[in-house]
């Protein structure tokens, strides 16, 4: 008989909110997971929590650092093939949120950097250890859905 490995996600943004919520979930269910956040404190609080259910790597840096989206690739292949990946890390912005006309550009540049380009860019670093079957989840915020008082 042959032995199924469990089932390995990548979740960006594991050290707190729905990312961690997600990752918790996914331990208790038995499977690996590489997990990663720009703080060291929490993240690690995070891996060796959940080390006690499963395998855990914890990579700490910014999902818009190339270094490190290619440290999350490395990683990934040396657990095997990817079944899920979650892009969960973001910013918020400028806060409160300033009318679009006053938004500082690099602080937007900075918002899409890390919430539309570097999950795209971590996918396509990831591509050669994602399975066939493997599914991506990409967390968003509701600015896709409310309107905002200065934003069109």
């Known amino acids: 008989m042959q032995q199924t490995l469990p089932s390995t996600a990548l979740i960006t943004g594991a050290s707190r909110g729905l990312g961690l919520a997600l990752a918790r979930a996914l331990a208790q269910r038995g499977w690996r997971l590489l997990v990663d956040a720009r703080d060291a404190a929490p993240l690690m609080h995070v891996r060796d929590e959940l080390s006690r259910a499963t395998q855990v ?4 840096g910014d999902i818009a650092d190339p270094a490190h989206r290619r440290a999350l690739a490395q990683a990934a292949q040396d657990l095997g093939e990817l079944a899920l ?3 969960n890390a973001s910013i ?3 806060s409160p949120l300033p009318p679009l006309l006053d938004y500082p550009l690099d602080t937007l540049h900075e918002v899409f950097m890390v919430n539309t380009i570097a999950p795209l860019a971590l996918l396509q670093a990831l591509r050669p250890t994602l399975a066939t079957t493997a599914r991506i989840l990409n967390i968003t915020s509701d ?3 409310e309107a905002y008082p ?3």
Request: aromatic residues 6%.
């Open 143 to 145: 600015a896709a859905l």
């Open 57 to 60: 790597s914890a990579l700490v």
């Open 92 to 94: 918020l912005g400028a």
């Open 85 to 87: 990946v979650v892009n």
């Open 150 to 152: 200065g934003w069109g």
